[in-house]
């Protein structure tokens, strides 16, 4: 059972334009939430976190928005730039104990 | 400040076989995570460690193993090697108490033929 899920396995966004990558959870419990990029043949790079007691959290030109009613957590990139292409993971932990990936979303910024 | 290095990055073996992957962590981080991937399952737990003593364990067969040494360095061993092992074992060290923000290494990509 995926307790971390991001459903688009995909994303391609025009350079300059908005990126939104989309991650839902089913723990109620989990009180923190990261996101990771990843490029080939690196390892995953923390980005962005969030904990449950923020609904919102801006660094740079990305954002990460929680919604703990519906359980979502999302990724504003703004604008985007073609080395944001990656694959980017949404990842949740309970009280500090170990991360729960979900399965990446690769996205592609066109020129 | 040096990064988590993982070794060897690269690795074939065959049915049967027995792997050791090495991490070495971030300089003074105390905790070590491992975590295998492969396409369309993202990162899946496998076990953590600190101070020597394994803290959580994922959801995977006794055949992979894991310790930790007294300078925080790891390694995982998988015994038995099976095709479906071959992914990318990727080492995550942290503070302990940073609010669980790990660092990742390159990983070792492993091949079971």
């Known amino acids: 059972d995926q307790q971390v899920k991001q459903n688009s396995p995909s994303l391609s966004v025009q350079e300059g334009r908005i990126s939104i990558l989309n991650c839902d959870y089913t723990?109620?419990?989990?009180?923190?939430f990261l996101w990771y990029k990843k490029y080939p043949a690196e390892g995953p790079t923390f980005l962005i976190s969030?904990?449950?007691?923020?609904d919102k959290n801006e660094d740079g030109r990305f954002t990460v928005f929680l919604n703990k009613s519906a359980k979502h957590l999302s990724l504003h990139i703004v604008p985007s730039q073609p080395g944001d292409s990656a694959v980017y993971f949404c990842?949740?932990?309970?009280?500090?104990?170990?991360?729960?990936f979900g399965s990446g979303t690769q996205l592609t910024v066109l020129p | 400040k040096a990064g988590v290095t993982q070794t060897p990055r690269y690795l074939i073996k065959t049915r049967g076989q027995q792997v050791t992957l090495s991490c070495s962590p971030i300089?003074?981080?105390?905790?070590v995570s491992w975590y295998q991937q492969t396409p369309g399952q993202g990162l899946q737990f496998l076990f953590e460690?600190?101070?020597?003593?394994?803290?959580n364990k994922g959801n995977f067969p006794g055949r992979f193993s894991g310790r930790q040494f007294s300078n925080s360095r790891s390694e995982m061993n998988v015994s038995t090697l099976e095709l479906g092992d071959s992914a990318l074992y990727l080492c995550?060290?942290?503070?302990?108490?940073?609010?669980?923000?790990?660092?990742f290494g390159a990983g070792t990509r492993l091949s079971v033929l």
């Open positions: 969030i904990s449950s007691i923020k």
């Open positions: 460690y600190f101070s020597e003593t394994q803290r």
């Open positions: 990842a949740a932990s309970e009280s500090a104990r170990q991360l729960t």
């Open positions: 723990n109620s419990m989990f009180d923190y």
């Open positions: 300089s003074g981080h105390r905790s």
């Open positions: 995550a060290s942290s503070l302990y108490g940073a609010k669980n923000i790990q660092y």
